[in-house]
């Protein structure tokens, strides 16, 4: 067997066995697919140690990430594993395959100011009454009041919306439900595009199944894309923090910095990101480091001597 035909054997064990979430079967499917092309389509049984690092060292001279080539390593031993125990090689060619040391970077924060600055142009946008503009609004007060990743935003369906209690249910990575609130001035701009925006945006819609139940809806009335969320982030917060190419991650890292500012405790934190390990969500406590020893730096009269 070669690894292209493996490969679509492994990528449904993901789905169906493993339930990994589309996003991630297909990243896992790339890399390998790469494996397969670099190497030839080589049988199974051909793949070695050394073809493994020839294909990673391939990827390092291609300028690859180090956190890139940190989880093709991860996606080929979980493949060549998973291919030893059903059988496909009778020994696993990854085991010595060692991953290169990812570098711990900072994720992007705004402040809260530039997050106000952000939400209170969009709302301004939303008072004319334009439906895409009241879509706007809401998606971007909920992407920061729920700290919610982009697939979880556009997945939400109306009915996952609990109007009367403030929160939202979230279907997360590993289809793992939560159950997670949001505040004020998320609620106002949620019901303002519900009353106004969705029904104009649905009126839209070509095919009704579309639309059928999508909290969120594009331009021609289906269910919004990741892709748009993704420019709208861009376009409104990139000015805020001086970068390009900021996408809705971006407003989860900042809403989670800002709740440790505020005091919240680390493992509120951890279950409402929906993260399954606590050591992913530490990664906001360097960020409030990080921002204290800089402004001690700058205001503390003796911090220089």
């Given at each position: 067997?070669?690894v292209?035909?493996?490969l679509?054997?492994?990528?449904?064990?993901?789905?169906?066995v493993?339930?990994?979430s589309?996003?991630t079967?297909?990243?896992?499917?790339?890399?390998?697919?790469?494996?397969?092309?670099?190497?030839?389509?080589?049988?199974?049984?051909?793949?070695g140690l050394?073809?493994?690092r020839e294909?990673?060292?391939?990827?390092?001279q291609?300028?690859?990430?180090?956190?890139?080539l940190?989880r093709?390593?991860a996606?080929?031993?979980?493949?060549?594993a998973?291919a030893?125990?059903?059988?496909?090689?009778?020994?696993?060619?990854?085991?010595?395959?060692?991953?290169?040391k990812k570098?711990?970077?900072?994720p992007?924060?705004?402040?809260?100011?530039?997050?106000?600055?952000?939400?209170?142009?969009a709302?301004?946008a939303?008072?004319?009454?334009d439906p895409?503009?009241?879509r706007?609004?809401?998606?971007l007060e909920l992407?920061?009041?729920?700290?919610?990743?982009?697939?979880?935003?556009?997945?939400?369906?109306?009915?996952d919306?609990?109007?009367?209690?403030?929160?939202?249910?979230?279907?997360?990575?590993?289809?793992?439900e939560?159950?997670v609130?949001?505040?004020?001035?998320?609620?106002?701009?949620?019901?303002?595009?519900?009353?106004?925006?969705?029904?104009?945006?649905?009126?839209r819609?070509?095919?009704?199944s579309?639309?059928?139940?999508?909290?969120f809806l594009?331009?021609?009335?289906?269910?919004?894309?990741?892709?748009?969320?993704?420019a709208l982030?861009?376009?409104?917060?990139?000015?805020?923090?001086g970068?390009?190419g900021?996408?809705?991650?971006?407003?989860?890292?900042?809403?989670?910095t800002?709740?440790?500012?505020?005091g919240?405790d680390?493992?509120?934190?951890q279950?409402?990101?929906?993260?399954?390990?606590?050591?992913?969500?530490?990664?906001?406590t360097h960020?409030?480091?990080?921002?204290?020893l800089?402004?001690?730096?700058?205001a503390?009269?003796?911090?220089q001597?």
């Amino acid at each position: 067997m070669r690894v292209s035909e493996a490969l679509a054997d492994y990528a449904r064990h993901l789905a169906d066995v493993r339930r990994l979430s589309p996003a991630t079967v297909r990243a896992y499917r790339s890399d390998l697919t790469d494996l397969a092309v670099v190497l030839g389509d080589p049988t199974m049984q051909d793949v070695g140690l050394e073809e493994l690092r020839e294909w990673l060292w391939t990827a390092t001279q291609r300028g690859h990430a180090r956190s890139t080539l940190a989880r093709r390593t991860a996606a080929v031993r979980g493949f060549f594993a998973w291919a030893c125990e059903t059988g496909k090689v009778a020994v696993d060619p990854s085991i010595r395959l060692v991953a290169p040391k990812k570098g711990r970077t900072l994720p992007t924060v705004a402040t809260a100011d530039g997050v106000v600055e952000m939400l209170e142009t969009a709302a301004a946008a939303a008072a004319s009454g334009d439906p895409a503009a009241l879509r706007d609004d809401a998606i971007l007060e909920l992407l920061y009041a729920s700290a919610l990743r982009v697939s979880e935003l556009c997945g939400l369906a109306v009915d996952d919306v609990d109007r009367v209690h403030r929160t939202v249910r979230v279907l997360g990575k590993g289809s793992k439900e939560r159950v997670v609130p949001y505040g004020g001035p998320a609620e106002r701009a949620l019901d303002a595009y519900l009353v106004r925006g969705r029904p104009a945006l649905a009126a839209r819609a070509v095919d009704s199944s579309a639309r059928a139940g999508a909290l969120f809806l594009g331009a021609r009335g289906g269910r919004i894309g990741s892709r748009a969320v993704y420019a709208l982030v861009s376009r409104r917060l990139g000015p805020i923090v001086g970068r390009d190419g900021v996408g809705p991650h971006a407003l989860r890292h900042s809403a989670a910095t800002h709740l440790l500012d505020g005091g919240a405790d680390l493992r509120t934190v951890q279950e409402m990101l929906g993260h399954a390990s606590l050591g992913t969500t530490q990664i906001y406590t360097h960020v409030s480091s990080e921002r204290l020893l800089s402004a001690y730096r700058l205001a503390h009269p003796r911090a220089q001597r």
